[in-house]
């Protein structure tokens, strides 16, 4: 008489094995979620000081020779970005509704941008 199947021992071995390449994989796995989230969020800054630079181009007259800030929302209602969506962060799942801190470099004649996340004086 034969027996066809498995032996408790064999299958014992594979569930072993199993949960082994899991432990290997899972948290290599989890890591490149989180470093594609970290790469979104970049890139909707990116996108958003993009906006602002727009913005700043179209509006030169109004800045002044220090800091100010542009909310997020009037860049979308100015047309600067899409405004049929709220840009959400990816990291949190919660709308950005920060601001671009535009500040003036004198010693290079040109400002710079950086996304915050409070407001302070607004250029508008």
């Given at each position: 008489?034969?027996?066809?199947?498995?032996?408790?021992?064999?299958?014992?071995?594979?569930?072993?094995i199993?949960?082994?390449?899991?432990?290997?994989?899972?948290?290599?796995?989890?890591?490149?979620?989180?470093?594609?989230?970290?790469?979104?969020?970049?890139?909707?800054?990116?996108t958003?000081?993009?906006?602002?630079?727009?913005?700043?181009?179209?509006?030169?007259?109004?800045?002044?020779?220090?800091?100010?800030?542009?909310?997020?929302?009037?860049?979308?209602?100015?047309?600067?970005?899409?405004?049929?969506?709220?840009?959400?962060?990816?990291?949190?799942?919660?709308?950005?509704?920060?601001?671009?801190?535009?500040?003036?470099?004198?010693a290079?004649?040109?400002?710079?941008?950086?996304?915050?996340?409070?407001?302070?004086?607004?250029?508008?």
């Amino acid at each position: 008489m034969k027996n066809k199947g498995f032996t408790l021992i064999e299958l014992l071995a594979v569930i072993v094995i199993l949960g082994i390449l899991a432990a290997i994989t899972v948290p290599t796995i989890v890591g490149l979620i989180n470093g594609s989230k970290e790469d979104t969020l970049d890139e909707q800054k990116n996108t958003i000081i993009g906006a602002a630079e727009r913005w700043t181009t179209d509006n030169w007259r109004k800045l002044p020779e220090t800091t100010c800030d542009i909310k997020v929302d009037f860049l979308k209602s100015e047309g600067y970005l899409e405004s049929d969506k709220d840009v959400i962060d990816p990291t949190t799942n919660e709308k950005m509704d920060g601001c671009i801190r535009i500040t003036y470099d004198s010693a290079n004649d040109q400002y710079k941008y950086t996304y915050v996340e409070t407001c302070e004086t607004e250029c508008n």
